[in-house]
C-alpha cells in the first residue's frame, strides 16, 4: 500500500514539474514582430525577435530593419537603409551589416532576365564585421562609394579596423578621396609607433604622429618640401591619464602647448579631419544600436596625456571665478553693445570714461579668465600645469587694481583712473587659482560699481525701448494665434475642437486687452515679457489642438493588425488594444479640450501642451509594449486624471 501510494504521489509531482516547467519554457518563448518600426531618424519594415522579461522587452535573435522606395527614386530620390544582423538578450551579437544609400535614377529601365532594372547614381555607405555584446570584434569595414549608373565610380571613404571586445588592436587604415592614415595600437588599445598621414596624390607621409605607449611625443610635418617637428611630451614621466584620441584629446594638446611654448595652433590638422570623419561613421551606426539595445560601438582609440589633477580646493575656486565671471561678462555685453551708450559717449565724458574702462576690463580682465574658463569648461584643464597656463594668460604681467583710460572727446585725449574703493583688499599676485578668484571678483565688483552709475542714466529709456519692442512682438503674435484659429475654423473640424479654438482667442484678446490698461511702470515691463511668453505657448496650444484629429487618424492606423477572419476566409485590419485607443479618444482628448476652456493661467497652457506631446508619444510606445495588465485597469475607467497616471504620466494639475 505505501509503494502504491508514494509512486502515485511521484508520478503527481512529476506532472507538476512537468506542467510548471512548460509554463516557464512558454513564458520565455521568444515573439516576432513584422511591421513598421522607427530607429531615430530611420523608418522601414522590421523583422525581429523579442522576449518579454519582467515586463521588459529584450530584443533576441535575428534582426532586420530596412526601406526602399522605387516611387520616391522615380519621381526624385530615395533615401534607403537596409540594417541586419542579431541580439542576444538585448545586446547586439554576431554578424552585422548596415547599409546607407541616397539614390537618383535617369528615369531609364531595361529587362534584364524578366527583370526590370534601374539604372542609380548617387552614394553608397556600407559597414560591416562582428559584434560581441554590443561592442565591435573582429574585422570591422566601413566603405562610402560614389555610385555612378549603378557602378562604383569612386570610394569617398573606406576605414579598417581591428578590435578585441570593442578594443582597436594592431594596424587600422582610413583613407578618404584625398588622405590615408595608417598606425597601429597596442594590445590594450593604446596608440603607438608612428601614425603616418599621407596625401594621395603626393609622395611620402605630410604628417607623423609619433606615439610611445599611448603617449604622443612629436608631430612632424612636411610642407612645400620643408620638414618641421613640433615637440609634444617629448621626455615627460609624471602622472598620466587614459583618454580617446578625439576632439578633447586635441584641445588637451593645444592647452599643453600653449603653456609649454606658444605652439598652440599647430595641433590636429588634417589628420584630426580624418579621425573626426570616421568617428562620425562608427556613430552612426552606435546610435542606432544604443536606440535599439545595449551598445558601446564607438572605436576609442586611446592615448596618454599629463594629468594634473585639481583638487577640492582649487575646483571650488573655479566655481568662484566661473560666478564672477559670468556676472561681470553680462554686464560687459550689455553695456558694449548698448546704443544708448554708444551714442551718449559722443558728448558726455563721463559716459566716455566708463565705456573705455569697461573695454579694459573685458581686454585686461575677462578675455584671460574666459580662456582659463573655456579650457575647464572643454575638461582639458588637468592636463597641463596650472602655474604655466596662468602665466601665459598674461604674458606681459597681471593687470593692476588702478585701471587707466584714455579719452577722446572733442578732439582732446585726456586720461583718467578708475579703481574700487576697497582695491588695498585685492592681492593679484601667484600663478594659482586664488589669485584669479582675487582677479575675477575684482572684475564683477567694478563692473557692477560702473553699471550703477550708468543705470541711473540709462535705466528709464532702455526699458522704455525694451517695452515697446516686447508690444510689437505681443501684437504680431496674437495675429498669427488668430490666424490659425480662423483658418481651423473654416476646415470640417468637430465643434469641440473649435470651441476650444475659439476660447484660446479669446483668453488672448482678454490678456492683451487687460495689459494695454496697466500704468506705464516696472510692473508692466514684467507684465509684457511674461504676456510675450504665454503667446508663445497659446499658438503652440492652438497648434496642438488643430493636429489632434490627424494624430487621432495615424493611431488608429497605428494600432490595426491583420487578423484572419475565418468566416470570409481572408484577412482584415482589426482595432487591437481597443481599451487604450478607446481611453485616449472618449477620456483624454475631451479632458485636453475641456481643460484649453478653463480659467486663463499661463503656467497652465505650458503644462497643457507638454502633457498633450508626452501623451500622443506614449501612445505610440505603448502599441508595441506588453499592455495586457494596463488594458485591464483601464476597465470603465473614466477618470482622466487616473488614466493619465496608468499611461505613466502625471496629470495637468498635478504638473501645474
Not at 23 to 50: F, H, M, P, W
Not at 284 to 312: C, H, R, W
Not at 365 to 377: D, T, V
Not at 409 to 427: A, G, M, T
Request: glycine share 4%.
Amino acid at each position: 500500500m505505501y509503494l502504491a501510494n508514494h509512486s502515485f504521489n511521484t508520478l503527481i509531482l512529476r506532472v507538476l514539474f512537468l506542467v510548471f516547467f512548460c509554463y516557464i519554457t512558454t513564458a520565455q518563448e521568444n515573439k516576432r514582430y513584422q511591421g513598421t518600426l522607427s530607429v531615430g531618424k530611420y523608418k522601414g519594415d522590421a523583422d525581429y525577435s523579442y522576449k518579454i522579461i519582467d515586463g521588459d522587452t529584450l530584443l533576441d535573435g535575428n534582426f532586420s530593419l530596412k526601406k526602399a522606395n522605387l516611387d520616391a527614386l522615380l519621381q526624385k530620390q530615395d533615401y534607403s537603409f537596409d540594417f541586419s544582423g542579431s541580439f542576444q538578450n538585448n545586446y547586439p551579437n554576431g554578424d552585422w551589416k548596415f547599409q546607407f544609400g541616397e539614390f537618383q535614377s535617369n528615369n531609364e529601365s531595361q529587362v534584364i532576365d524578366y527583370q526590370y532594372r534601374v539604372a542609380i547614381s548617387g552614394v553608397q555607405e556600407e559597414a560591416s564585421g562582428t559584434i560581441l555584446r554590443g561592442k565591435p570584434d573582429g574585422s570591422w569595414a566601413y566603405t562610402v562609394n560614389q555610385i555612378v549608373d549603378s557602378k562604383i565610380a569612386q570610394t569617398l571613404f573606406k576605414s579598417s579596423i581591428e578590435f578585441d571586445k570593442g578594443i582597436p588592436q594592431k594596424s587600422f587604415r582610413i583613407e578618404n578621396d584625398s588622405l590615408v592614415l595608417a598606425g597601429r595600437f597596442l594590445r590594450n588599445g593604446l596608440a603607438h609607433d608612428e601614425w603616418s598621414l599621407y596625401d594621395s596624390f603626393g609622395l611620402g607621409a605630410s604628417e607623423n604622429w609619433t606615439f610611445s605607449n599611448g603617449l604622443l611625443k612629436q608631430i612632424t610635418l612636411e610642407v612645400d618640401g620643408t620638414s618641421k617637428t613640433t615637440k609634444i611630451y617629448g621626455a615627460y614621466s609624471g602622472n598620466t591619464k587614459i583618454i580617446n584620441l578625439d576632439e578633447k584629446y586635441i584641445q588637451a594638446l593645444k592647452v599643453y602647448l600653449f603653456a609649454s611654448s606658444d605652439q598652440e595652433n599647430e595641433v590636429g590638422g588634417k589628420m584630426k579631419q580624418l579621425l573626426a570623419q570616421n568617428a562620425g561613421y562608427y556613430k552612426k551606426i552606435d546610435t542606432i544600436l544604443s536606440a535599439l539595445g545595449e551598445s558601446a560601438f564607438l572605436p576609442e582609440f586611446k592615448v596618454k596625456v599629463p594629468y594634473f589633477q585639481l583638487t577640492a580646493e582649487e575646483s571650488e575656486q573655479l566655481k568662484s571665478v566661473l560666478e564672477n565671471y559670468t556676472g561681470a561678462d553680462e554686464i560687459n555685453a550689455l553695456f558694449l553693445k548698448d546704443t544708448q551708450l554708444n551714442i551718449l559717449r559722443l558728448s558726455d565724458e563721463n559716459a566716455a570714461f566708463h565705456y573705455e574702462i569697461i573695454k579694459k576690463i573685458e581686454k585686461e580682465f575677462l578675455r584671460p579668465l574666459g580662456r582659463i574658463l573655456q579650457y575647464h569648461h572643454q575638461g582639458v584643464l588637468e592636463f597641463a600645469p596650472m602655474p604655466q597656463v596662468i602665466q601665459k594668460l598674461w604674458p606681459a604681467g597681471k593687470p593692476s587694481t588702478t585701471i587707466e583710460a584714455i579719452i577722446n572727446l572733442d578732439s582732446l585725449n585726456k586720461k583718467r583712473s578708475f579703481s574700487s574703493d576697497d582695491k588695498e583688499q585685492f592681492n593679484f599676485s601667484g600663478n594659482n587659482l586664488a589669485s584669479l578668484v582675487q582677479i575675477s571678483n575684482y572684475a564683477a565688483k567694478s563692473l557692477n560699481a560702473i553699471k550703477r552709475k550708468l543705470d541711473k542714466r540709462l535705466t528709464k529709456d532702455r526699458r522704455q525701448q525694451e517695452l515697446i519692442g516686447i508690444e510689437e512682438q505681443l501684437i504680431v503674435k496674437q495675429q498669427e494665434l488668430h490666424s490659425r484659429i480662423d483658418s481651423a475654423a473654416s476646415t470640417n473640424m468637430p465643434s469641440s475642437y473649435k470651441r476650444a479654438l475659439d476660447t484660446l482667442k479669446k483668453h488672448a484678446d482678454n490678456a492683451l486687452s487687460s495689459y494695454a490698461s496697466m500704468k506705464e511702470t516696472e510692473a508692466k515691463l514684467t507684465k509684457a515679457r511674461e504676456l510675450s511668453s504665454c503667446f508663445d505657448e497659446l499658438n503652440v496650444l492652438a497648434k496642438n489642438i488643430t493636429n489632434l484629429p490627424e494624430q487621432e487618424q495615424l493611431i488608429k492606423e497605428k494600432y490595426k493588425d491583420r487578423i484572419w477572419n475565418p468566416f470570409m476566409a481572408n484577412l482584415m485590419d482589426e482595432e487591437v488594444k481597443k481599451r487604450i485607443t478607446s481611453a485616449y479618444k472618449k477620456v483624454l482628448i475631451p479632458y485636453f479640450l475641456t481643460q484649453a476652456q478653463t480659467e486663463f493661467d499661463c503656467k497652465k497652457v505650458k503644462t497643457l501642451n507638454n502633457s498633450m506631446k508626452e501623451t500622443y508619444q506614449r501612445m505610440l510606445e505603448l502599441r508595441v509594449e506588453n499592455t495586457s495588465k494596463l488594458e485591464r485597469k483601464l476597465r470603465k475607467e473614466t477618470d482622466p486624471s487616473k488614466v493619465l497616471y496608468l499611461f505613466g504620466l502625471q496629470s495637468i494639475t498635478e504638473e501645474h
